[in-house]
């Protein structure tokens, strides 16, 4: 299968700090990429569908001035989670969805917010 | 009633017996179905994919849609221990870019 990678796979901030994840596909053209959280023991929540070179998508409830997302190739999308708190802290997880109808779970960031 | 539903589990099961999985959803227009297996503290990974009524089969993977009773499953043959985790159906109408919709996963334990 085609492969994703992120970055950072881990990171620690402090509350009130802004977070960048990256999510490359490796060996693909990714023409649209998923942004998903899932919280402890919890089912995959959808937060947004990102399309190269326009803006992201967001589902219902998730707050677009804060987790901003910028998908600026077909191998790049980046989320920002902006002034993050404590309760923002969650694995985050993308995905890369080529010309197929499959899509490509990236390894996942897990977000912990002091 | 929710769009895909799985048996939240946990199921147990031998090793070197059949595991079986079963996911149902309501949105007829669904045209293409996923399994994706997922350790805990890692992410999903793919799988089986599945897109005509039927089976297809991946080495001890098979997996079986039936659109007219809106049901898909996973049967694992000479269940490992590393098949231990937790499975998840998802399934879009293939348009485009649509979105998966999961289900809420089913957690499979093999017992040695």
């Known amino acids: 299968g085609a492969v994703v990678s992120q970055h950072p796979s881990r990171v620690i901030c402090k509350s009130g700090t802004s977070v960048k994840i990256e999510c490359r596909s490796l060996d693909f053209q990714a023409t649209t990429m998923f942004w998903y959280r899932q919280f402890p023991k919890q089912s995959l929540m959808l937060m947004a569908t990102?399309?190269?070179?326009?803006?992201?998508?967001?589902e219902q409830g998730v707050e677009k001035d804060k987790f901003l997302i910028n998908h600026a190739s077909l191998t790049l999308s980046t989320l920002t989670v902006t002034s993050a708190h404590p309760e923002d802290s969650s694995f985050y997880i993308c995905?890369?969805?080529?010309?197929?109808?499959?899509?490509?779970f990236g390894p996942g960031t897990r977000l912990t917010v002091l | 009633q929710k769009e895909v539903e799985q048996n939240s589990g946990p199921l147990s099961v031998p090793e070197g017996a059949i595991a079986s999985l079963n996911c149902t959803y309501s949105d007829r227009g669904s045209q293409s179905f996923f399994w994706y297996r997922q350790y805990s503290g890692k992410s999903p990974e793919l799988i089986m994919s599945?897109?005509?009524?039927g089976d297809k089969e991946d080495g001890r993977f098979t997996a079986q849609l039936n659109k007219a009773s809106q049901y898909v499953s996973l049967l694992i043959r000479d269940s490992q221990p590393s098949d231990s985790a937790t499975y998840l159906c998802?399934?879009?109408?293939?348009?485009?870019?649509?979105?998966?919709?999961f289900g809420t996963g089913t957690r499979l334990t093999i017992i040695p």
């Open positions: 990102s399309n190269e070179g326009s803006k992201a998508t967001y």
């Open positions: 998802a399934v879009n109408r293939n348009f485009g870019n649509e979105k998966l919709t």
């Open positions: 599945i897109y005509s009524n």
């Open positions: 995905t890369g969805k080529g010309f197929g109808n499959e899509q490509f």
